[in-house]
């Protein structure tokens, strides 16, 4: 009997090391969730360029603002706003725009044409085009770079979004702001480019130009958050998250 104990303590000693070993593990997993991004929407204000809505989703939705854009239209303030959400006599969910691997996927659900063609079913957008939302409301959409699955869309019409922008980023993996045609957000008197990198805690920003965060000199690691000021030798931005 005294030659069983030894080995069964020692399998329950390990067993308990095992157990607490995972709970552990479990708790760090919980703590490092906390500091995931809590926002997949941004407004990048960039001096003497403008001001660009970022969205990281893999699927925005596409309608007119919430309120009475028309008398004729009533909209109950518990209902959500459109990702893109227009002034524009639109439904409020008028389409949207999937990411599916490198592809962007348009779904109409009212009425909407792509290059002044009609359009009743999913289609695969074209690398560059013209979607047309209702009957006035005309957004340019293209893919700056092979390099990079990241969309851009620009008002091709005199209609804007509820916040004041130049254009929305559909965000893949990167943005590209910077003096190059093929940058997503064209930066004409910057001399490098900064790339930003969407990470699971957040947006981080590299450059080959020493970049700070916030006023402090910025690690390679360091998340862009709560409307930091980046800045270079020759710019300066501003992310701000929207919830």
Known sequence: MKQTVGPLRTFLDERRDIMISSFFSLASKAVSSESQATTDRYVAWIDGVGAWLILTGSSVSLGRVNGNVSPLIKTPVSEPEADIALVANLSRSHASIQRI???????????????NRPISYDTVLPDSCEITLGDSVRLSFSIPTPLSATAKMTFASEHRSRTSVDGVILMAETCLLGPSTSDHILCRSWTESVVLVQTPSGIVAKSKQELQIGGCKAVASDVVSGGQVVSGDDFRFRLEPLV
């Open 101 to 115: 691997d490198e592809n962007y996927v348009l779904s109409p659900k009212s009425s909407v044409q792509i290059q």
